[in-house]
């Protein structure tokens, strides 16, 4: 009951803390969709009012999970403290700054890089062919695709680090199981793309490398414990 107790009152303040972030979006949330839309020769078209309130309530609530990940590692390595030798404890402690930078930068890698390569391909596909026009909930929903699953799947390596560290895997075991990873991660890759061969084959490339880029840095942990 106490541990239930004190997962509870993490999970609150884990839960109060997006809420702040999510409400201080908003005060932000205009001038962010300027920045998306600042490259679109036209604006995006809504086929409804509520259209409207959706983007910038999806705008809003990437930023504030962004910003609430800090928050909820940090609860996460107060929950599991007690449990951890203070050697341990230390090397969780790092972990945290860390998976709020990977996330940041996977977003980036996604939008800067993978977004603009899968867009431009498919736009290319139809030009001299049809017109275009873009949709605000479409064009919003493509760029999360193309971004979101990145901040999450850059985790991955400092997620296998922590964990090697605290003895619970071992990069021969993610080697061993490498096949069945690369499986998974190509079955992500084709759900969070548009239908067609080049943008599954240009996001998969990235999460295989992560996954080795994650076996690595687990060997490194492996062999320094």
Sequence with gaps: IDHLNELRNRLII????????????????????????????EQLIVLGPSDIMWIYFTIAS????ACTIPVLALQIWLFVKPALKKQEQKIALLYIPALFLLFIGGLAFG???IFPLVLNFLVELGSGVMDMSFTVERYF??????????GVLFELPIVMMF????????????????????????VIAIVITPPEFM??????????LLYEISISLSKFVYKRK
């Design 14 to 41: 884990t839960a109060v803390a997006f809420l702040i972030f999510l409400v201080g979006a908003f005060f932000f949330v205009k001038d962010i969709y300027l920045y998306f839309t600042r490259d679109l020769q």
């Design 62 to 65: 990437v930023i504030a999970i």
């Design 111 to 113: 939008y800067f890089i």
């Design 141 to 150: 929903k493509f760029i999360i695709n193309m971004s979101l699953p990145f």
């Design 163 to 186: 964990l090697t560290s605290l003895g619970i895997l071992n990069p021969y075991v993610m080697a061993k199981i490498r096949k069945y990873a690369y499986f998974v991660l190509i």
């Design 199 to 208: 943008s599954d084959f240009i996001v998969s490339v990235p999460l295989l």
